[in-house]
């Protein structure tokens, strides 16, 4: 499984947010999921919102990276403003 995750400094705009988890709906092959960052263990949460693709294998997110979808999500984060930072990771 590949997880492709996102935080946010600040917490987007959530009518706005909503119009760019349509375009992530999208994505060919994947689960997208998104929320709000409640709290920390120690203070307050260095990030304040979440999103998260699932794919089920890299293959998979492999094939969904070249698509006109993904790329139009990219793009789209961008005009939103809000700092973020991509990660991914492959779950065992």
Do not use: N
């Amino acid at each position: 499984m590949v997880r492709v995750f996102v935080v946010y400094e600040t917490e987007p705009d959530p009518e706005r947010y909503e119009q760019h988890a349509d375009l992530c709906r999208k994505v060919p092959g994947s689960t997208f999921r998104h929320g709000r960052v409640f709290g920390a263990p120690m203070g307050e949460p260095r990030y304040k919102y979440y999103a998260e693709w699932e794919f089920p294998d890299m293959d998979v997110f492999k094939a969904a990276g070249r698509t006109d979808e993904f790329m139009a999500t990219g793009k789209d984060a961008l005009e939103m403003g809000v700092p973020f930072h991509v990660h991914f990771a492959e779950i065992d």
